[in-house]
């Protein structure tokens, strides 16, 4: 049965049901510190059951850290982006850990990006140092991730397209709201990965919907063997595996896309971005965003975020 974390005032607790848990008597700052402190932990599980502070939920994953995150995961994703499942490879980009925040923070668009997108992913939480050549297999992966966590990776689409990077993109302050619960996986958890449903609504509409075992390219065990080839990953480190289909960009239509191609590149962008105005879907100062991963009979739920999207220079909701 997994172990439910929060984290609020800088204090961890075990979460045993919406409103009750125990205080974890540990010092740890930080999640590395938090997952070497076991004894803590299980002390905390053994505890009686106390009313949860009413204040805000901090993300259960602290920075400074790693954030990694594969590109174009699942497969009606990738479909929405125009490629072919079937060849798309395996890759990955970097974020900032200065872009993850609380699960209910307000998500922030600076003043000069325009196109704002979101995307639900499941995040991987390291549990035990990955150095390059570490070899992961599907017997010692479960040693290697300690906890599972929900994440929002938003997007500024108008500077990742014409710049062709990810990194500036997705890395603002708020880009990569994060928990509320860090789900920290005990024996059979795993095996559950696959059973996961990802579902993102924005003003109570379903926008992202999809199940991991069908919908997900590469799963964990290639993304970090892929990974412990060329990165090291630390305990506390956070890897995210990719969105389903729904998000508010896509592919323009073959034929626009091939004419598109023929035109000079800032043409091209131009002509985009203005049809890109018209989508009604791309995130609006005011948006109520929520996300939520579970498994369908709740063994495994890794909780609801709630934000509200804001334009920097307007006033809280």
């Not at 106390?50 to 790693?66: G, I, M």
């Not at 200065?98 to 998500?107: A, M, N, V």
Request: proline share 7%; charged share 20%.
């Amino acid at each position: 049965m997994s172990i439910n974390i929060i984290r609020s005032n800088n204090r961890w607790y075990v979460q045993k049901s919406d409103t009750t848990g125990t205080l974890i008597d540990t010092a740890a700052a930080t999640t590395a510190a938090l997952l070497a402190d076991r004894d803590a932990i299980s002390a905390a599980i053994a505890a009686e059951a106390v009313t949860l502070p009413d204040s805000p939920l901090q993300s259960p994953v602290t920075a400074p850290c790693r954030v990694v995150a594969q590109m174009t995961n699942f497969v009606s994703h990738i479909r929405d982006s125009g490629f072919n499942p079937e060849t798309v490879p395996m890759t990955y980009f970097r974020k900032t850990s200065h872009s993850i925040s609380g699960p209910d923070d307000d998500i922030i668009k600076p003043h000069h990006v325009r196109f704002l997108d979101y995307e639900v992913e499941i995040g991987l939480v390291i549990g035990h140092d990955i150095p390059v050549g570490t070899t992961i297999t599907s017997e010692n992966i479960a040693d290697h991730v300690a906890a599972l966590v929900v994440t929002n990776d938003i997007s500024a689409r108008d500077l990742q397209l014409p710049k062709t990077q990810f990194f500036e993109a997705k890395s603002y302050p708020t880009f990569t709201p994060t928990g509320p619960r860090l789900v920290v996986l005990e024996p059979g958890d795993w095996e559950r990965f696959e059973d996961l449903r990802l579902k993102l609504w924005v003003n109570g509409e379903v926008r992202q919907d999809a199940l991991v075992g069908e919908d997900m390219r590469y799963k964990p065990l290639e993304a970090l063997q892929g990974l412990s080839q060329f990165q090291p990953l630390a305990t506390g480190d956070l890897v995210l595996t990719g969105t389903p289909g729904g998000t508010a960009l896509k592919a323009p239509p073959k034929p626009v896309e091939l004419i598109g191609a023929l035109l000079p590149t800032a043409v091209k962008w131009k002509a985009f971005f203005k049809a890109q105005a018209k989508n009604p879907r791309y995130l609006a100062d005011g948006d109520f965003v929520e996300v939520h991963i579970r498994t369908e009979d709740g063994k495994l739920d890794l909780g609801r975020q709630r934000s509200h999207v804001r334009y920097a220079g307007q006033p809280a909701l």
